[in-house]
């Protein structure tokens, strides 16, 4: 099993697209909180293979409650990361457990990732 904790905000992309000159993006300072948990999963996960079958469990710390907003994001920072190839079924068709969003105001995240051959988490 390995354990990842990501420590700190870990924003939510959800309703934060804007309009640019360039088409649509996010403002500089998302960006930069989207990149700040990508460079943590690099360096977490420091260069492993990615992800393809393993079941993941996800705990999240957070005062606010969008746990799926949170998920969609660590998952396209966790691309980013070479955690995972593409979020889709035949990249990545791992069992996926979220756990109850823990409401609190230090925002943090822990994943257990588990292999396949892994009894049950």
Known sequence: M???EIEGPITS?????RRRWKG???SA???AEV???TWRLIAAWAGRPPLRDETIVWRFWSPRKDRDNLYTTMLDCMKAAGMIEDDRAEKMNGRHVLEPLIRDPVERLVLEIHA???SEP
């Open 2 to 4: 390995i354990r990842i």
């Open 116 to 118: 396949a051959s892994d």
């Open 13 to 17: 992309k959800k309703n934060q697209w």
């Open 24 to 26: 649509v993006g996010l």
């Open 35 to 37: 990149d700040a948990v």
């Open 29 to 31: 300072s998302k960006k």
